[in-house]
């Protein structure tokens, strides 16, 4: 239900299959159901801003947070608890770390819920502290899989690790877009993120490309770097025109370059190459005017929404919403 943009229907099975694992003191299950009901709480929140909604499922947004905060601090507890007597058990084994990778991913999960919620809070400054500590445990661990996963005969798997890789950065670029600083250093996730594909390119049946064809895959990450771009454009004014030209050569690249181009990784594109006609010179546009070529792209722009809208045809203004936040890509959701 979740990833079909059906928070209702996500929010009473998993609450009722929390309670049910509870009973059974499964608690493996119930860390999973935790984890995967903040992140369900953290897409109603967004879907509610986003629609104006006052309540979804009978709760306020200020419910939602507390509820989503009590769902994200179970799952915690439970993860170090089992971490702990893995070590116990185990010590630094392999099993070890996948559990890690796990807790790392929750820890995540909150800190992207707490400073998305952070203005809404009961406590602003709690969350936005909290929030930060937790990026940075998150940070830490990750940094302790990838280094030890050798050593233990633990590497992953290499497309489960890139889109773990997409998912912290897109996350931090939606902190960022909100205002936060990028203390995590998002440009070390990109060279990774693009170190596992180009590795994963060496091998045609990679498992990364079951669903993506490599061009589809590259362009995700182009589009996520085009985005970056465009953020630090808008955020230092001074390299404004450095940062916006740098968007839109990897703009140019995927358009021209490409057979064909994902629907929300051309909208990236055409929106950085709409911003560089700002930039670029009459010369540099090969002698066209930049009003001309702006309206044009725009064009092209709406051409590619509306298409993209008429898929949503029929959908109230919260059932899209919904649909388009549990698709964010940033939190990672977990299966039994």
């Not at 010590?91 to 809404?120: C, H, K, P, W």
């Not at 998150?138 to 992953?156: A, I, L």
């Not at 497309?159 to 250093?185: A, T």
Request: glycine share 6%.
């Amino acid at each position: 239900w979740f990833f079909k943009g059906k928070l209702s229907k996500a929010y009473m099975t998993l609450r009722d299959a929390l309670a049910l694992f509870t009973k059974l003191e499964n608690k493996k299950a119930i860390g999973i159901t935790n984890n995967n009901l903040g992140n369900v709480a953290l897409t109603m929140y967004r879907a509610m801003k986003r629609t104006s909604t006052p309540t979804l499922c009978g709760m306020s947004i200020r419910r939602v947070i507390l509820k989503g905060s009590a769902y994200f601090k179970s799952a915690i507890e439970t993860g170090e608890e089992a971490l702990k007597r893995i070590n116990d058990e185990e010590g630094f084994s392999e099993n070890y770390l996948i559990f890690m990778q796990q807790l790392s991913n929750r820890y995540f999960n909150r800190a992207v819920f707490l400073l998305t919620v952070r203005d809404d809070h009961a406590d602003p400054e709690e969350a936005e502290n909290q929030g930060m500590m937790d990026l940075n445990t998150c940070k830490d661990m990750d940094q302790e899989v990838v280094d030890n996963g050798d050593r233990e005969g633990f590497k992953g798997d290499k497309d489960v690790h890139f889109e773990l890789l997409m998912g912290r950065i897109k996350g931090i670029l939606l902190l960022m877009e909100k205002g936060y600083d990028d203390d995590w250093g998002i440009e070390e996730l990109f060279d990774g993120a693009k170190t596992a594909l180009v590795h994963a390119l060496t091998f045609p049946t990679h498992n990364l490309f079951r669903q993506v064809e490599p061009a589809g895959q590259m362009q995700r990450l182009d589009s996520a770097l085009i985005e970056y771009y465009l953020q630090l454009a808008w955020k230092n004014k001074s390299y404004k025109d450095e940062y916006t030209r740098k968007a839109a050569r990897i703009a140019v690249r995927m358009m021209f370059e490409d057979e064909y181009v994902i629907a929300d990784a051309a909208l990236m594109a055409l929106k950085a190459l709409t911003e560089v006609t700002a930039v670029l010179s009459t010369d540099e546009m090969g002698g066209d005017d930049g009003s001309t070529v702006r309206a044009s792209l725009f064009q092209h722009r709406r051409t590619i929404s509306e298409s993209i809208s008429r898929s949503h045809a029929g959908k109230d203004p919260m059932s899209h919403e919904s649909f388009v936040a549990a698709n964010v890509g940033d939190i990672a959701m977990e299966s039994f």
